[in-house]
């Protein structure tokens, strides 16, 4: 994979890649085309906070990877963060989660951190040396080859920042926190259906993200509603058929990138209610958008939430998209913290800033978004 320039930054987890990339496993969400703002720091450093607070210890493996032993604050709990901040392809995606968790842990004061640059050819013995050096429980790694990897080796509560494959070793101590498109799809659907929607019709892209979302909503639409929802391509030299199609339906769901839904969303009746994930909240007014509910993480739809209030936004703008990485860097650490406290087989649950979580099937955690309305914050 080739390392981008500055201002197309490459990620694993909300990848803002080319439609050729973005057709690999190895990303969660992704917005083609949508630059990230370019880091003020070398790639690999993390970008700085917006209120400085007195910070957690933290304490940086040599950058050679061998691990020096340093003893832990008594009755501190220890978090590795094994992430690959030196990666030339996700280096610069790996330093915006790194600074999300440093804010947390700057705020919380509950841990010290103990961090590691490791990819798939070493993660396996930096995460052992590690665990050998005091470490309770670990974020990382990024990519899902690296998970695979290092599954069968988890000794310690791991929060992997990706989907786990299936073909992964299973192991008890892995969890998997992610963005992963498919639940927003799937709660878009219920969401419809909760609102009354009996006849939705559903557009869908081309590109290999919006087929995606396209199948878990037609799968879960199936399911919550006993019936499959119409399914129609989006054709921009021909909308004819869709906007026919959009009046026979009691709502539309767009599977699209932002240039379609908006071009789509313009061509129908105002009364047409329309619907859509966090794929279309790029920021800004977006006003061929308004009126459209979706879905989002409390981050950035709930300003006045506990949570969101506590922690401080990064000093140097991020992009919508960016920033979704760095508050799920906020919730990994909240939930390192309890997973170290917690007893095996607890129930775990955080009312967090990228969803309400809650620790389902698999070890995955699972996340319930509050809705809006593009165009304004009006959440119902």
């Known amino acids: 994979m080739q390392r981008l320039t500055p201002l197309l930054l490459v990620g694993v987890l909300l ?143 791991t929060i992997a920042l990706n989907s786990i494959d299936r073909q992964a070793a299973a192991n008890p101590k892995l969890y998997s926190l992610s963005l992963i498109v498919e639940g927003e799809a799937r709660q878009l659907a219920r969401l419809m259906r909760d609102d009354g929607r009996a006849n939705p019709l559903l557009v869908v892209g081309g590109d290999a993200l919006s087929q995606r979302l396209g199948k878990a909503f037609a799968d879960e639409w199936r399911a919550v509603a006993g019936k499959p929802a119409r399914q129609m391509a989006f054709d921009s030299s021909d909308m004819t058929p869709l906007l026919q199609a959009a009046g026979q339906a009691d709502a ?51 300003p006045a939430h506990p949570a969101v209030q506590r922690y401080p936004h990064p000093a140097v703008p991020l992009t919508r998209q960016t920033e979704r990485l760095y508050a799920l860097g906020i919730d990994a650490y909240r939930l390192a913290v309890q997973l170290a406290v917690s007893r095996p087989g607890a129930a775990v649950r955080l009312d967090g800033v990228t969803g309400d979580l809650r620790l389902g099937r698999d070890r995955a955690f699972e996340r319930q978004l509050p809705a809006g309305v593009m165009g304004g914050n009006a959440l119902q």
């Open 15 to 157: 990848t803002w890649l080319t439609p050729v990339v973005a057709q690999t496993p190895d990303y969660i969400i992704q917005s083609n085309g949508a630059p990230m703002r370019a880091l003020v720091q070398p790639p690999g450093q993390t970008p700085r906070l917006a209120t400085p607070t007195p910070a957690a210890v933290r304490v940086d493996a040599p950058a050679s990877g061998a691990l020096a032993a340093k003893p832990a604050t008594r009755g501190k709990i220890r978090i590795g963060v094994i992430l690959p901040t030196e990666s030339s392809a996700l280096g610069e995606a790996a330093a915006v989660v790194r600074s999300g968790v440093e804010a947390a842990a700057q705020v919380d004061q509950s841990a010290e951190l103990y961090s590691v640059d490791a990819t798939g050819d070493n993660v396996v013995e930096r995460y052992r040396a590690a665990v050998a050096d005091g470490v309770n429980v670990v974020i990382g790694p990024l990519s899902r080859e690296s998970i695979a990897k290092l599954a069968p080796s988890v000794t310690v509560p």
């Open 252 to 302: 539309v769901a767009l599977a699209l990138d932002v240039a379609q839904a908006a071009k789509l969303k313009s061509a129908l009746t105002p009364d047409v209610p329309v619907y859509g994930t966090s794929q279309l909240n790029v920021g800004g007014a977006q006003a061929e958008l308004a009126g459209v509910r979706f879905i989002d993480m409390p981050w950035f739809l709930m």
